[in-house]
């Protein structure tokens, strides 16, 4: 019995029940699905993808709505500057997030929404692509309308991936690879291996951590019977060829730059500060908040029913779905032992189990299985999905029209809000002093600032240029010969950093960042005279080594 097979329409003999017919090797008899006995009648079906459809659009204005009304998070700032770029690749991450939001600016301008509409873009493409995944599998239109509102009931897609991110570019690109994969496995056409390394070279163009699904690509090629067809044919080998082609803009960056992106990152992969169960819980319990408290458990006992289904029988659909999510869901945890685990980190690969959860209980019936396992199963997902939504209204009103501080200094978007009172300081300062351009010396500053005056004064991060490699030329005519304003965190301003900067430093005062009564932040200025910052310092200073850089990463773990 090969892998793939479905029952067949053969009478007096009944093969194993799986998602996905045997790859085309020759020509053989018929295949069928079994009789999709979960699929509502047709009345119902409308019904239900209408109903769909509604809550699609309306939780789509509620993102639109966000993203425009919540001031961005530095490290959306931060990728803003790198849309303004002409830079193949950047020290933290590849360009596709530049890419997202120069065509988001490009509609909107400059603007909060403007920044963050290639995230509502990407969580409706990831959407269409669940749905095309799930219908192709179960036929079921049950499944699909879990599939694609499954998302909309966690947080982090139902509302923050109006977020931008490198984690918001690569999601689609991701989920398109497996329906890539989905389509090799149910037609068995070679063409689909090289789709499937197109949208894995994009993906990896847009966030390093595409290289996890690797391990779930290798057992979907090597685990079912079909494997030794696959590596006999040069199907596979060219997927690798065109992912590696499409992902060269990196490459070729980082040869250029000490494969600096590389290094950069291994400090993060290889980080141990022993183990901590504050980082554990952690981990834990991010998982809960952005994927649900209740679609989380849902998700899981999907994937590993899944997983079961799947190496049991060397199904390679089932095989690639539990794989692509357990993998890093494993590893995240093992590393969240010995150092913190950033909130967008484990995103990617919750699509890939929304998928697998939605086509668990047509796979239940088709088992076999109890009435009862079904509907229990059938409960739990709508369960999920109705409080999960609910729960991004409530997180939406809370940010958009309270005006109350419930979870004071660890909030989020608290925690990164207020920079405009900070501008507006750094505003008067040069004014006053009659000083043409701001000097940071982090990038959250830097960033921040440069977005709240958008162009209009020079913005210089002078300690961390290891960052800023191939970017353009800031405004140097306004910089050079020319008194600065240095707008800084306390205490960066007692940093020994400043031994290897000969400026001239006179007070200006404070000022406090603020979010809803509450300070966050005290923010000191100074006026800089004497002294014109090196925009390419040596490799060996100070204020370049990216290992430097990487030590802002480590501290933030060891802290943690």
Same mark, same amino acid.
């Not at 053989?28 to 009648?41: C, H, L, M």
């Not at 494997?227 to 060219?238: G, H, I, T, V």
């Given at each position: ?7 067949? %329409?053969? !009478? ?10 045997? @790859? ?29 459809? $509604?809550?699609? &659009? &309306? ?29 193949? *690749? ?5 360009? =596709? ?35 095309? #995944? ?15 509102? =499954? !998302? ?19 999601? !689609? ?67 690798? $060829?065109?992912?590696? +082609? ?33 980082? #554990?819980?952690?981990?834990?319990? $991010? ?7 209740? =679609? ?25 779905? *539990?794989?692509?999510?357990?993998? !890093? ?73 309270? @005006? ?12 990164? +809000? ?9 505003? +008067? ?19 921040? =600032? ?7 004064? @020079? ?35 007692? %940093? *020994? ?5 000969? &400026? ?57």
């Amino acid at each position: 019995m090969g892998p793939g097979l479905a029952t067949t %329409s053969r !009478p007096g003999r009944r093969w194993p029940l799986a998602l996905t017919p045997p @790859p085309r090797l020759a020509k053989s008899a018929a295949v069928t699905t079994a009789p999709d006995i979960t699929v509502p009648p047709n009345g119902a079906a409308r019904r239900s993808l209408v109903m769909a459809a $509604l809550i699609i &659009a &309306a939780m789509t204005v509620l993102r639109i709505v966000y993203a425009s009304a919540i001031e961005l998070r530095t490290d959306e700032a931060y990728y803003w500057t790198w849309s303004k770029e002409a830079a193949f *690749s950047f020290l933290d991450h590849p360009p =596709m997030i530049a890419w997202f939001i120069r065509f988001g600016t490009a509609i909107f301008g400059d603007t909060a929404l403007g920044v963050r509409f290639g995230g509502i873009v990407a969580m409706l493409v990831m959407q269409l692509l669940l749905a095309g #995944i799930v219908r192709r599998l179960t036929h079921d239109v049950r499944a699909v309308v879990f599939a694609v509102l =499954m !998302p909309e009931a966690a947080l982090y897609y139902g509302l923050l991936m109006a977020k931008v991110a490198p984690d918001v570019a690569m999601i !689609p690109f991701a989920v398109a690879m497996m329906w890539s994969l989905v389509r090799l496995a149910q037609g068995g056409h070679g063409r689909w291996w090289l789709a499937a390394g197109l949208f894995a070279g994009l993906s990896m163009l847009s966030k390093f951590t595409a290289v996890m699904f690797a391990p779930a690509v290798a057992a979907f090629l090597l685990v079912p019977d079909w494997r030794w067809r696959w590596l006999r044919s040069p199907y596979p080998y060219l997927a690798v $060829l065109v992912a590696i +082609a499409v992902f060269s803009p990196v490459l070729i960056w980082n040869a250029q730059h000490d494969w600096a992106s590389f290094r950069f990152q291994g400090v993060r992969a290889t980080a141990n500060y022993g183990i901590s169960l504050r980082t #554990i819980g952690d981990y834990i319990g $991010l998982q809960f908040g952005l994927v649900g408290f209740v =679609m989380l458990p849902v998700v899981l006992t999907g994937l590993v029913m899944t997983a079961w289904r799947g190496y049991r029988t060397r199904e390679p659909v089932a095989i690639l779905l *539990s794989t692509a999510v357990l993998v !890093p869901f494993l590893y995240f945890f093992f590393k969240s032992m010995t150092l913190r685990v950033g909130d967008t980190w484990p995103m990617f690969m919750w699509p890939v189990g929304f998928a697998a959860a939605a086509v668990n209980p047509v796979m239940l019936s088709r088992e076999n299985w109890s009435a009862r396992m079904i509907r229990s199963s059938i409960f739990w997902i709508r369960t999920a999905i109705v409080s999960g939504i609910a729960f991004v209204v409530i997180v939406f009103l809370y940010y958009v029209a309270a @005006p109350w501080n419930l979870l004071g200094r660890i909030d989020p978007i608290g925690a990164e +809000a207020g920079y405009e009172q900070v501008a507006a300081r750094a505003q +008067a300062a040069l004014d006053q002093t009659g000083a043409t351009w701001i000097a940071t010396t982090d990038y959250r500053t830097y960033a921040m =600032m440069r977005w709240l005056f958008r162009g209009r004064v @020079p913005v210089i991060e002078i300690n961390e240029r290891g960052r800023f490699q191939d970017f353009g030329d800031p405004g140097m005519d306004r910089i050079s010969g020319h008194a600065g304003i240095y707008v800084g965190r306390e205490p960066d301003n007692r %940093s *020994s950093l400043w031994e290897n900067i000969p &400026a001239r430093r006179e007070p200006l005062g404070q000022v406090e960042r603020c979010w809803r009564g509450l300070v966050i932040d005290t923010y000191v200025l100074e006026k800089l005279t004497g002294w014109t910052p090196e925009l390419s310092p040596p490799k060996n200073s100070p204020l370049f080594q990216w290992r430097v850089l990487a030590g802002e990463f480590t501290s933030l773990a060891t802290f943690a």
